[in-house]
């Protein structure tokens, strides 16, 4: 079983800091604990974790590399972990484009020295300075010959969405370096990014856990497949992480009718993009929304856009609205189980994991 979201939790600021050269520190320090990173506007009304997790004195789990093998590796039958960011992953939305480059590296440090030696089972996510692509392609060729990096790590939120020219250099590096990009929902309406949705700014959090990061995902999405990005980097693979799959009919389909009816507006399109989708891009697991007792309509729905092919598992340990690996394995149909929970990601990740397909 193959877990494509773990997210990794700074429990103590100065782990990170101390991949920051001394001089910039206290600047760092003087932001408290999120370290100059912008913060969510709205907030989860009690916790954003698990109550059953291994917690150190703040309160918070995920923070310590042997905690986190044994509760999702050990326990949970992981052969991989790909360990992903939280509040790291807001750092391309920064005001400062050189401290969030230096904080990227710092978190990438961290990743190298603190996490990868413990378990040979975690891999890790490049995070980048997005606002500052030339940035943002020398932190990923300076990490990428570390084989456990897999992936770069984009956040939801953004000032444009990712398949807008200005994003280009950052995918061809991650593609040339056999490195998949992950976008991962989260921090829509913080920093440099827009609202979340086209109505503007959410109240509560239950709107945003609703429709921010859903809508993220969909703009860039859709954005990735207009622009024929995959028709200009063809070895680009996307991870799309967090935002739900029940919409993706849906939408699409509504997709694919206007390329049929606005040919002229994307001339450079040759096949429908519901196509283009299911050789380039994967979708993350969780949340996979519930249904009421009408699972089997579900999956009919996703068959007909290239389920289970198009599915990666995923935890977000340690996360409030976490899926266990039992429990979303037996609510799949018998026949998906295998590639969604290994064989798809090994796919997708290819050599980078070294493991074979079949388990």
Known sequence: M??????????????????????EREWYRNQAYLLGLPGYPWSNPSTWFRGDLAVDETGMPGGNPATVAKEVLDNQGADIGIL??????????????????????????????????VDDRFRGSIV??????????????????????????????????????????I??????????VAIHSGMEGMGLAHQPTGAGAPTFYIEWHTTGSACSIMGHLFSLLTHGTFRRIPDLKVLLIEGGVAWLPGMLWRNDTNWRGLRDDTPWLDEPPSETMKRHIRFATQPLEHTDGNDELLWQMLAAVGAPDILCYSSDYPHWDGDEPKWLANRLPEAWRQGVMHDNAVNFYGSRLDLPVAR
């Open 171 to 180: 995918l061809e590096a991650a593609a040339a370096n056999g490195l998949a």
């Open 2 to 23: 193959i877990d494509c979201d773990v997210h990794v939790q700074i429990t103590h600021p100065e782990e990170i800091l101390k991949f920051i050269d001394a001089p």
């Open 84 to 117: 992903t960011a939280d509040d790291a992953l807001s750092v391309g939305l920064m005001q400062n484009t050189y401290r969030a480059a230096a904080l990227a590296r710092a978190h990438n440090d961290w990743f190298r020295e603190d996490w990868f030696p």
């Open 128 to 169: 980048v300075p997005s606002q500052d692509p030339v940035a943002a392609v020398a932190e990923i060729e300076r990490c990428a010959s570390d084989r456990r990096f897999v992936q770069v790590l984009l956040a939801g939120g953004s000032e444009r969405p990712y398949g807008d020219p200005k994003y280009l250099p």
